[in-house]
């Protein structure tokens, strides 16, 4: 890959994205890490697990999502042609499986019996329950006790699949505190346990991996766009949290001249007004979390701060280190959506298409609608329409005041 | 010379096993601190491990988590902790203090501030959890600079290549963790370290501190037979959280004495 005279080809072999990500993990993992890098590139470059992976993805995910065009709303707008990407169409109703699908059969491979997982919006959480029923591995979820709240579809789902939802009660209670203490349980059980991160962040090898197996939504849609169209799209654009359906969709493309990159993290009540989950966007500085160096919402003292966004998937005060590095390159933009610009996009996708969006992949669509009527008829956004929103019902209705 | 070196050649020559206690900076209260760090070294603590509180401990059990939460709503920061390292100095000059956290304080801060700070007030040693050798170039460079130690943790994981890299890095003592697991949690496998300590020994020529899983006077023994130093961090925490603002000084002073003595029995026997 090119970019100006650069080869684009990262992270670097000590998973560093030029000065971003690494290992910053406490000793009793490192081993873990270390193994985990080993056999990840080990079959990474196997031909049957690549098989494998695919054919559950095709079987069991039924992929390829396909990519739909909102003609109604693009309509309504007047401007530029909107694209969905519908990850929402996949099995368990998110892009989180995917990932959940590749790191499963890794862990299998590797001989691990126990998984745990980390969750927000309990999308990561649903997926990672439904591959640990699906390849018969015993499986615990961290939920932040806030989250849990606002989740309770999601938290019954997973009970129902048969793993264990574990209340995390300390620090802010969402998915900050989920990760430290999945991290927690990995330190105590890393010889039986797979940790089955869920967005490209992390200590490497993970945001390399993540992003590998999400880059799936990408290449299908570099194929499927021009048999749709002709040519690849203007604009593609997703939302960021952590950061993993984005930097799928958008790693296949970061070469593709002419395409422009646009990443919408979680604005909450405005970036003006402290409460919102933005590090790329809110003049965050660099710092160190969960096990790498990214961009990271924090006070003068180094300490992380509360987030605020009305997307528990989006909730977080880091990013993936990918998404870091391709903000500094300026390959990437990066803008935010405010939660009543992500609830008015659900609104519109609702009325205008009948697709009900989850309301992370909601703030995506909350700047295609900003842009697409500055923009000429013949443009094109596709947008990475990244989950369903049926596990946001409780959301929605409490905040317009009906009581489900 | 570094007052950890000093020290541990003090208790070789008189065969005698390093204590060091942690305690959280700010816990229960900010003037408690210096007071609670006077009374371990009255105790009969050899190294003073201060805790920097962290908004998201990853490595620590639920008694050193609560800890860093009190500290925290106490208002303790970096700079204060530093501080209180300065007033400590102002009557102790001899005991090492080694201070112990998560690297993000300290990257917020810049490492050569920090060092810089560590050298004026008197720190001895620096321990990041989060920062492996892998991710310490930096740091260890700023902090060679001002002559305070890099702290190494090594855990019964750690392969002998990785022993050997630390090995090549460390200063000052070398803490191995003695199981799998977070801060404060489960029991002590004393054939697990004893089978651990060779290996070790083999590439590591400093002083080794034993941590995790220490409770009290004899289990505090039994590993000091095997290393040269035993780290207690999470029960005198506990003891630290059942005390009252009146009590709190003398109940850490009269446990870790308690330690002392079995230590010391240790070498008299």
């Keep these: 890959m090119r970019l100006g005279t650069l080869t684009y080809s990262y992270p670097d072999n000590s998973g560093h994205f030029g000065p971003y990500g690494g290992i910053y993990m406490a000793e009793t993992l490192i081993p873990a890490v270390e193994e985990l890098r080993r056999e990840y590139l080990r079959f990474r470059d196997d031909p049957d697990f690549q098989a494998e992976f695919a054919y559950e993805l095709q079987h069991y995910v039924g992929r390829p999502s396909p990519i739909y065009h909102a003609a109604r709303l693009s309509e309504h707008l007047g401007g530029a042609q909107i694209y969905l990407k519908r990850e929402d169409l996949n099995h368990t109703g998110a892009h989180k499986i995917n990932n959940a699908i590749g790191q499963a059969l890794l862990a299998k491979r590797m001989g691990k019996k126990r998984v745990i997982a980390e969750t927000g919006a309990g999308m990561h959480g649903v997926a990672t329950a439904t591959v640990a029923a699906r390849f018969g591995m015993e499986c615990i979820v961290y939920m932040g006790a806030d989250d849990i709240q606002r989740q309770a579809p999601n938290v019954f789902r997973m009970k129902l699949l ?4 574990v209340p995390v009660e300390s620090g802010s209670r969402t998915l900050k505190d989920a990760c430290n203490e999945a991290i927690r349980d990995w330190v105590t059980n890393v010889e039986s346990t797979f940790y089955i991160f869920g967005t490209a962040a992390g200590p490497h090898p993970y945001p390399m991996m993540v ?3 999400q880059c799936v939504i990408g290449n299908e849609a570099k194929v499927q766009m021009p048999e749709l169209i002709g040519r690849q799209p203007d604009t593609v654009i997703a939302c960021v949290g952590g950061g993993s359906n984005a930097i799928g969709l958008f790693h296949p493309y970061i070469e593709v001249d002419g395409v422009r990159i646009i990443g919408v993290e979680a604005g909450g009540h405005g970036v003006a007004s402290g409460r919102h989950a933005a590090p790329l966007t809110g003049g965050a500085k660099v710092g160190v979390l969960h096990g790498n160096k990214v961009y990271l919402m924090q006070d003068a003292d180094g300490q992380i701060i509360e987030t605020h966004s009305i997307s528990a998937g989006l909730d977080y005060p880091g990013v993936g ?9 300026g ?3 990066y803008v935010v959506a405010t939660d009543e610009e992500a609830l008015a996009a659900f609104d519109s996708l609702c009325r205008f298409e ?51 | 010379m570094n007052r950890i070196q000093t020290t541990f050649d003090n208790l070789k020559q008189q065969d005698r096993k390093a204590l060091i206690p942690f305690i959280t900076a700010g816990d229960p209260s900010l003037d408690k601190t210096v007071p609670l760090m006077h009374a371990l070294v009255a105790a009969g603590a050899d190294v003073i491990e201060l805790g920097v509180p962290f908004s998201d401990p990853m490595a620590d059990g639920p008694t050193i988590q609560r800890a860093s939460e009190r500290a925290l709503k106490n208002g303790m920061s970096l700079r204060g902790v530093l501080a209180m390292v300065a007033e400590f100095r102002q009557t102790d000059g001899t005991t090492p203090v080694v201070l112990m956290g998560y690297g993000n304080p300290i990257e917020a801060m810049g490492w050569e501030p920090f060092a810089e700070r560590c050298a004026e007030v008197g720190v001895d040693g620096v321990l990041t959890v989060d920062f492996p ?22 855990a019964p994981t750690t392969d002998e290549a990785r022993i050997e890299r630390v090995a090549r890095l460390a200063r000052g003592y070398v803490y191995y963790v003695s199981l799998k697991g977070v801060t404060g949690a489960g029991h002590l496998d004393l054939a697990a370290i004893a089978d651990k300590m060779p290996q070790l020994r083999r590439h590591i020529h400093l002083p080794i501190g034993v941590g995790f899983g220490i409770r009290d006077g004899d289990t505090a023994r039994q590993v000091a037979d095997l290393a040269d130093a035993v780290v207690i961090g999470s029960r005198i925490v506990q003891e630290i959280e059942n005390s009252t603002a009146g009590t709190v ?5 009269q446990f870790v004495a308690g330690v002392r003595a079995a230590l010391d029995r240790r070498t008299q026997a």
Excluded at chain 1, 321 to 326: D, R, T
């Design chain 1, 162 to 165: 048969g793993a264990t939802v």
């Design chain 1, 211 to 213: 992003r590998d197996f």
């Design chain 1, 321 to 329: 280190p990918e998404h870091c590095l391709l903000k500094d390159l």
């Design chain 1, 331 to 333: 390959r990437a933009e």
């Design chain 1, 354 to 404: 009948g697709i009900i969006p989850a309301l992370e992949s909601s703030h995506a669509l909350a700047h295609a609608i900003k842009i697409a009527p500055t923009m000429g008829r013949d443009k094109v956004l596709l947008v990475n329409l990244s989950g369903r929103g049926d596990k946001d019902m409780n959301t929605v209705a409490r905040l317009k005041g009906i009581t489900l």
């Design chain 2, 133 to 154: 050798p892998e991710e310490s170039a930096e740091a260890f460079e700023h902090l060679q600079r001002h002559d305070i130690a890099p702290i190494f943790l090594l």
């Design chain 2, 249 to 253: 000084v003398d109940n850490v002073q």
